[in-house]
């Protein structure tokens, strides 16, 4: 998962952790050649003390030089240093001391006072030479010493500047790392407060406390908003001004046509009827494809989904359409159960009414309609119409909720939109709608819609 | 009876009035909000019909207003559009019932004289349906020019389905009611209860429809099958 904070914490604790490493070899260094110049500060004082005692005895053949004791650097080295030097005339004559550093003592000897590591013996020396200046002649004065006390040393000088490093580094990860995640914080609460964002409302995110960082990002999400908000505002508009333009005209033309049906002879009458079914029709289908175009989500964000009684429709639609039902005498039944699903009790209504507009359509006459909803065991809520009229068959029944598609009996009135309402506000609620035929008779089919199970942190039953 | 239609379309206003005079009802037209408001502030209208859609002032105000000033009589809606908002809205500042445009004729009517039916029980005069009528005060029902025996029981649930009517009264809600009315009260009594009423009602070609599931309904007999 790259997070920012990962980043963040990536991007300073790697060059930090280099910059450690780098820091402990530069101190590694410092304490080795501070334990250098203290040794060689410690050889110096010998190799002069040595060069003054062979000026004093004028370098005479017998010179007898007792090595001075030099004072080791650490009491922790493994091994006693040990001590040598060589007396070498420019000539490069042995004067005194170790012949087998004389050679040493020869290639030091172009410089004075000047100190460098030579190996000698199998063992690492540190060498200091130094010029002579005897009675007969100039000579060169190499001192050595192992290096055992003054290695021993630098370790002991290393760690006392080590451990305040590391203690620095640590300090500074933990605040970094305290820092990140205090600067992220912002981050974290507008992240928890976008998805906590009811997607319907459409509401701008509020600016405040947001860092100026991520400002330009919620403020494109409220550009977003409020360019969805706006385009549903004036889908809403157009729908508004649509829905009167076309209801108002019909309005007039129905009333006009029942009041004139009323005054008409029984010949004049028989022609008319077919009018005015007509006219019902057209009002029937402006009023489905208002719904249709409305149920969707594009036209119509604003929806507010509440707890809506399904049985408390059901009850209700037992008034509306029991004059339908008896007008091809079938026996409309209902069987109202507990059914509580959030949504919009206006959608539902729609969606329950063109059900049982379709069951009524197409059950024969003398026939059986039941609608009927409830929970189930499972937590479901389902919501359905059954009805008696044949089934719908196998090659169309993938294609029935499609815009005006109809069963193939099109001797049916119907506007081929019924279904596809269903359909659309169904989805709209997350529900999932089934057809169950009963095949072995041909005859028998329910539509069945169900809800989905209502989960924990559920925002909206549409999200 | 008279009523009020306010309503801007005039050729939508000519056909209601008309419809509204054949039922023998008088009706007083305005096409705008502010005449409808003093209208109802200063007459004694029995109903009115109120379209939302109107030019300045709309309809839900006019509602909002003249509830405010304790016109109680019974309000139907007239929509043009068909957000559901404008119903509820409509019906939660006080409009008792609503139709969405275009509507049939005489579903408007059956509607307006069940409002008008229900006005007339709140003010406890007399409760009509067809020719059966319920007198509150001395708490005779008549059906034409002959009394009709009711028990107390019988009474409250003609007089439930009366009210109701031409809706569906739903069984759960009349055990409701009737159990509060005096002691607990089972469904299988009520449906003893309505059965004998239907004896009663049968003889005044009055039909009480079962509908499965749900309840009951008034009919005359003209409509029952």
Redesign the interface.
């Known amino acids: 998962m790259r997070t920012l904070r990962r980043r963040l914490l990536l991007a300073l604790g790697v060059p930090l952790l280099a910059l450690l490493a780098f820091s402990m070899w530069l101190d590694y260094r410092t304490a080795a050649l501070l334990a250098d110049d203290i040794n060689d500060h410690n050889l110096n004082a010998v190799a002069v003390t040595l060069a003054e005692h062979l000026e004093e005895s004028g370098g005479g053949q017998e010179i007898e030089l007792e090595v001075p004791e030099i004072n080791p650097l650490t009491d922790d080295s493994p091994i006693p240093d040990q001590t040598a030097f060589a007396l070498v005339a420019t000539s490069g004559r042995l004067i005194a001391g170790d012949p087998a550093m004389a050679a040493l003592a020869d290639s030091a000897g172009t410089a004075d006072g000047r100190h460098h590591d030579a190996l000698f013996q199998g063992r690492m020396f540190r060498v200091a030479s130094y010029r002579a200046h005897l009675s007969r002649e100039e000579a060169t004065l190499a001192v050595a010493q192992t290096t055992a006390s003054r290695d021993a040393a630098i370790m002991p000088i290393f760690m006392r500047s080590l451990w305040p490093n590391i203690l620095q580094l640590f300090t500074t990860l933990a605040i970094i790392y305290y820092g990140v995640q205090r600067s992220l914080r912002p981050l974290a609460t507008l992240g928890a407060r976008i998805a906590e964002h009811p997607v319907t409302d459409l509401q701008p995110l509020s600016m405040h406390d947001v860092p100026d960082e991520v400002a330009p990002l919620v403020e494109s999400i409220n550009q977003l908003i409020g360019d969805l908000r706006h385009k549903g505002e004036s889908q ?1 508009a157009l ?2 001004n649509a ?2 333009q076309l ?2 005209p ?7 046509l ?2 004139l049906a ?1 005054t008409l002879g029984e010949d004049a009458r028989q022609r008319f009827v077919p009018l005015m079914e007509t006219s ?1 029709q057209l ?1 029937h289908f402006t ?1 489905q494809m ?2 249709l175009t ?1 149920s969707a989500r594009d036209a119509d964000p604003f929806h507010e989904f509440q707890p809506t009684d399904l049985a408390a429709l ?2 209700e639609a ?2 509306h359409f ?1 004059d339908a039902a ?1 007008a091809k ?1 079938i ?6 159960a507990t059914a509580v699903v959030p949504g ?3 959608l539902l209504r729609e969606l329950l009414a063109n059900l049982l507009d379709n069951a009524i359509v197409y059950a024969p006459v003398a026939g059986h309609v ?1 609608a009927r909803c409830g929970t189930q065991v499972s937590g479901e809520v389902m919501l359905e119409v059954e009805d008696d009229g044949p089934v719908i068959a196998p090659e169309v029944r993938e294609r029935i909720f499609e815009r005006f598609v109809r069963g193939a009996d099109t001797g049916t009135p119907g506007t081929g939109l019924g279904l596809a309402i269903v359909a659309e506000i169904a989805k709209r609620h997350g529900a999932e709608v089934r057809l169950i035929q009963n095949y072995s008779t041909g005859i028998g089919k329910r539509f069945q819609v169900v809800f989905p199970t209502p989960r924990r942190g559920h925002r909206h039953a549409e999200a | 009876m008279r009523i009020l239609l306010v309503e801007d ?1 005039p ?2 206003a000519m ?2 009035r ?2 509204l005079l ?1 039922e023998r009802m008088q009706v007083d037209h305005v096409v705008a909000a502010e005449p409808a408001e003093q209208a109802l502030l200063l007459t004694a209208y029995d109903l009115a019909i109120v379209d939302i ?1 109107l030019p300045a002032m709309d309809g839900l105000e006019l509602i909002r207003r003249v509830r405010r000033a304790e016109v109680r009589i019974p309000i139907m809606i007239l929509t ?5 908002d404008d ?1 509820i809205v409509g019906l939660d500042i006080g409009a008792d019932d609503y139709l ?7 579903e408007l009517l059956a509607r307006i004289r069940a409002l008008i039916r229900r006005g007339c029980f709140a003010a406890g005069s007399e409760l009509t349906y067809g020719r059966l009528s319920l007198n509150l005060a001395t708490r005779q029902a008549m059906f034409a020019e002959q009394a009709l025996e009711l028990s107390g029981r019988e009474w409250a649930v003609l007089e439930h389905l009366m009210l109701a009517a ?3 009264m ?1 069984k759960n809600k009349l055990v409701e009611s009737l159990s509060s009315w005096d002691s607990e009260l089972t469904a299988n009594a009520v449906e003893i209860y309505v059965s004998r009423l239907r004896t009663k009602l049968s003889a005044c070609g009055m039909h009480i ?1 079962t ?5 009951y ?1 008034l009919e005359e007999s003209e409509r029952a ?1």
């Open positions: 809403q729908l508004a829905s009167h209801r108002t019909l309005t007039r033309l129905q009333t006009q029942e009041l009323d019902r009002s009023h208002l719904v409305r059901l009850e037992a008034s029991l008896l005498d026996d409309l039944g209902f069987e109202p919009s009790a206006w039941t | 379309d050729i939508i056909g209601l008309e419809g054949r859609g043009a559009r068909d957000a559901l119903r969405v445009k275009p509507f049939p004729l005489p031409p809706r569906v739903l429809r509908v499965r599931g749900v309840g309904r099958s």
